[in-house]
C-alpha cells in the first residue's frame, strides 16, 4: 500500500482549449478535494486563442494550478512530455483538456496506484460519438503497430493513464525526440492495470487532432517502435533476385534452344534483371544496418528495475 498523502499531479495538454479549461479546472478540483497533496499541471501546446490569458487567471486564482506554455505548437505527444518532466508528484495522472476522459474516473486510478500498480492505463469502451471514421483508423493503426512491432497495446488505448514516479524517472531517460508515449509505456513494463471507461463527448470546440497529425502520429508510433519497414527492401531484393535467374534462364534456353531470340536481347535482359535484383538486396541490406544505427542512437535504457531490496529508488543501466 502506498502513502495515502502521496502527491498526485494531474497533466492536461491543451491546445486552442479556452473554454473548456474553465470547467475541466473546476471538475478536478471538486474530484481531488479529498486529497491532500495534488498539483493541475496544465500545458498549452502554443495555443493561439486565449488559452494561454485563462491559464494565467486560473493559476493565479488557484494554488494547486501551474501551467506551461509552448512558444509553438509542438504536438500532444511533446506537450504530454513536458508536463511528465515538470509535473512533481508521486503519481501523474494525465488526461485531455476537452473532458472526454471523465475526470471522476480519477479517484479509481488513484484506488489501483495504491494498490500497488505502477502503470494505470485506461482503455476506452465503443463510443458512440466517435465518427465512423475515427474509429476505424484508430482499429487498422493498432493492427498494423502490433503486427511490425513487439508491443501490445490494445485498441483504444487513449492518453488516459495514472503513471507511477518510478515509471515517470524512467521515461525521462528516453533520449529520442520522437518518442510515441503510448509505445513507450507499454515497452518499459512495470505492474500495469487497465481499466475500461465510457468517453464522453467534447465539451467545447473541434478535435484539434487533424487527419495530418493523426497520420504523424501512425508514422511515428510504427517507425519509432519497428525496423520492420527497412527489411521490405530486402525482401523485395530477393524476390527480384529470384525472378531474374528464372528469367535469365529461360531467355538462355530460348537463344540455345530457339531461334526466336534477336542478337544482344538476352545479354541485355539477363545482366539489367541480375543487377536490379542485387542492388535492392545492396540497399536491403544497407537498411537494415541502418536500422540497427537508428535503434542504437536512441540510447534507449538497455532494462529497467522495477523494483530492489538494495536501493529504493529505480535505478537503470544504459546501454554503451
Ligand atoms: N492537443 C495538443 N496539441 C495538439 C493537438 C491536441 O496538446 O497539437 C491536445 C488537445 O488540446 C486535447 C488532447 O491533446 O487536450 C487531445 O486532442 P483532441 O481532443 O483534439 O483529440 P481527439 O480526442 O479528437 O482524438
Ligand atoms: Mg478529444
Redo the contacts with the bound molecule.
Keep these: 500500500m502506498k502513502s495515502y498523502d502521496g502527491m498526485i499531479s494531474i497533466v ?6 479556452e473554454e ?1 479549461l474553465p470547467v475541466l479546472v473546476h471538475r478536478l478540483m471538486a474530484v481531488m478535494e479529498p486529497y491532500p497533496s495534488y498539483e493541475i499541471l496544465i ?1 498549452d ?1 502554443g495555443s493561439s486563442d486565449q488559452t494561454r490569458y485563462v491559464l494565467r487567471q486560473l493559476s493565479n486564482a488557484y494554488p494547486t494550478v501551474r501551467f506551461l506554455s509552448f512558444s509553438r ?4 505527444q511533446m ?1 504530454l512530455r513536458a508536463g511528465y518532466d515538470n509535473a512533481k508528484g508521486d503519481a501523474v495522472i494525465c488526461l ?3 473532458l ?1 476522459h471523465p475526470p471522476e474516473l480519477i479517484p479509481t486510478l488513484i484506488q489501483k496506484w495504491r494498490e500497488g500498480y505502477e502503470v494505470v492505463y485506461t482503455v476506452r469502451q465503443p463510443d458512440p460519438n466517435l465518427s465512423w471514421f ?1 474509429k476505424s483508423t484508430s482499429k487498422q493503426f493498432y493492427n498494423l503497430l502490433r503486427k511490425v512491432s513487439d508491443l501490445k497495446i490494445e485498441d483504444g488505448a487513449a ?1 488516459f493513464r495514472l503513471l507511477d514516479r518510478k515509471v515517470i524517472d524512467t521515461l525521462k531517460q528516453f533520449k529520442e525526440n520522437d518518442l510515441f508515449l503510448r509505445g513507450a509505456i507499454s515497452w518499459v513494463g512495470f505492474r500495469q492495470c487497465r481499466i475500461l471507461y465510457q468517453p464522453a463527448a ?1 465539451y467545447a470546440g ?4 487533424s487527419f495530418r ?2 497520420m504523424q502520429l501512425a508514422a511515428m508510433g510504427i517507425t519509432s517502435f519497428s525496423t520492420k519497414p527497412l527489411y521490405l527492401s530486402v525482401l523485395l531484393g530477393f524476390s527480384m533476385f529470384l525472378f531474374a535467374t528464372l528469367f535469365g534462364l529461360e531467355t538462355l534456353y530460348e537463344y540455345f534452344f530457339t531461334d526466336a531470340t534477336v542478337s544482344g536481347w538476352t545479354t541485355l535482359v539477363v545482366l539489367s534483371v541480375l543487377i536490379g535484383g542485387v542492388q535492392f538486396i545492396m540497399i536491403g541490406i544497407i537498411g537494415v544496418y541502418l536500422g540497427k544505427t537508428f535503434v542504437e542512437v536512441k540510447q534507449r535504457p538497455a532494462y529497467i528495475i522495477g523494483d530492489t531490496s538494495d536501493i529504493d529508488e529505480t535505478s537503470t543501466t544504459w546501454q554503451q
Design positions: 492536461v495538454p491543451a491546445y486552442n482549449e473548456n500545458v501546446d505548437n509542438f504536438g500532444h506537450a485531455d483538456a476537452d472526454q475515427k492518453d467534447r473541434r478535435s484539434k487532432y497529425k493523426m
